[in-house]
T-cell receptor, first 116, second 115 residues
Framework: AQKVTQAQTEISVVEKEDVTLDCVYE???????LFWYKQPPSGELVFLIR??????QNEISGRYSWNFQKSTSSFNFTITASQVVDSAVYFC?????????????FGTGTRLKVLA | DSGVTQTPKHLITATGQRVTLRCSPR?????VYWYQQSLDQGLQFLIQ???????AKGNILERFSAQQFPDLHSELNLSSLELGDSALYFC??????????????FGEGSRLTVL
């Protein structure tokens, strides 16, 4: 079965600290996609990044970076020099054709609080 | 603005009642997904439609039903409402149909409160 685990329920950091949000996924399939979404206090989920299973190259976008490691089935998200505006719930997701059925599975989310 | 429109944004009703939530997907997107987000819980997948046909089904209760119309908008019907149905219901759309491998564009959600 497929599963996404975000073990960190809530993280609090002080502004300008770096923070890493963990995501561990489970699947036996070789082709799949991983995502991160942000849900700010306003409620609407916003897409941040997509990564396919064949591309383990890490990605950096401004203060955001993602570390994809197939060996540990992890797709971690790091925010450098956090800001109050980064306060949100962050969801990791897994999608693909699993046993012939396409699924889009979300983790339970990590609530990040950045304190001024 | 994701381009996905959900109405109503807020809804308060009583137990036993029936409500309909509406979703208009992003222009050009054929797939619509419904998710339920209860307090302090993650996103629970309910159902997906692609071009009018049911594509995938998740943990959707029998009291709930959905459909996607020819103009691609979708409705989620919730009946015999219980207190536990209080949640934020999200609609999302995607450019990809058969393969759920693309990003999802989410609406702002419909917050349902059952009293």
């Amino acid at each position: 079965a497929q599963k996404v685990t975000q073990a960190q329920t809530e993280i609090s950091v002080v502004e300008k600290e770096d923070v890493t949000l963990d995501c561990v996924y489970e699947t036996r399939d070789t082709t799949y996609y991983l995502f991160w979404y942000k849900q700010p206090p306003s409620g609407e989920l916003v897409f941040l990044i997509r990564r396919n299973s064949f591309d383990e190259q890490n990605e950096i976008s401004g203060r955001y970076s993602w570390n994809f490691q197939k060996s540990t089935s992890s797709f971690n998200f790091t925010i450098t020099a956090s800001q109050v505006v980064d306060s949100a719930v962050y969801f990791c997701a897994l999608s693909g054709a699993f046993s012939g059925t396409y699924k889009y599975i979300f983790g339970t989310g990590t609530r990040l609080k950045v304190l001024a | 603005d994701s381009g996905v429109t959900q109405t109503p944004k807020h809804l308060i009703t009583a137990t036993g009642q029936r409500v309909t939530l509406r979703c208009s997907p992003r222009s050009g997107d054929l797939s619509v997904y419904w998710y339920q987000q209860s307090l302090d819980q993650g996103l629970q997948f309910l159902i997906q439609y692609y071009n009018g046909e049911e594509r995938a089904k998740g943990n959707i209760l029998e009291r709930f039903s959905a459909q996607q119309f020819p103009d691609l908008h979708s409705e989620l019907n919730l009946s015999s409402l219980e207190l536990g149905d209080s949640a934020l219901y999200f609609c999302a759309s995607s450019l990809f149909g058969r393969a759920n491998t693309g990003e999802l564009f989410f609406g702002e959600g419909s917050r349902l409160t059952v009293l």
